[in-house]
């Protein structure tokens, strides 16, 4: 059995925060080559400012699945709690992918 401990409730379940899945929302309007739909979208976004939606993006292109998930945990303040209770072994090991449950 598998556990997640990460705090994700209803928010996380049914749309999440723009910073969660802007970034990625963006990069495939460029990747399908929708550059009016990625600019419209970018002004569109009143929570996020084009400045920082840009270097999102940018950042969501480079990096890793894993380090983009260790940059929202950073961001949300999860790890600074988690490092309060979990040991820097358990921190610093990789993520791994599970099997979905049964």
Same mark, same amino acid.
């Not at 899945?21 to 569109?44: C, T």
């Not at 996020?48 to 993006?57: E, F, H, N, T």
């Not at 949300?76 to 599970?98: F, H, K, T, W």
């Given at each position: 059995?598998?556990?997640?401990?990460?705090?994700? &409730?209803?928010? @996380?379940?049914?749309?999440?925060?723009?910073?969660?899945? +802007?970034?990625?929302?963006?990069?495939?309007?460029?990747?399908?080559?929708?550059?009016?739909?990625?600019?419209?979208?970018?002004?569109?976004?009143?929570?996020? &400012?084009?400045?920082?939606?840009?270097?999102?993006? =940018?950042?969501?292109?480079? +990096?890793?699945? @894993? *380090?983009? &998930?260790? *940059?929202?945990?950073?961001?949300? #303040? @999860?790890?600074?709690?988690?490092? #309060?209770?979990?040991?820097? =072994?358990?921190?610093?090991?990789?993520?791994? &992918?599970? @099997?979905?449950?049964?």
């Amino acid at each position: 059995m598998d556990v997640v401990i990460t705090g994700a &409730a209803a928010d @996380e379940m049914l749309a999440g925060y723009p910073g969660d899945y +802007l970034a990625p929302f963006l990069r495939g309007r460029l990747q399908s080559a929708d550059l009016r739909g990625f600019v419209r979208e970018i002004f569109k976004n009143t929570e996020i &400012a084009v400045a920082r939606s840009l270097v999102s993006v =940018a950042l969501d292109g480079l +990096l890793t699945e @894993e *380090a983009r &998930a260790g *940059a929202g945990r950073w961001r949300s #303040g @999860e790890s600074a709690l988690l490092s #309060g209770v979990l040991s820097p =072994a358990v921190l610093a090991a990789p993520a791994e &992918a599970s @099997e979905p449950a049964r």
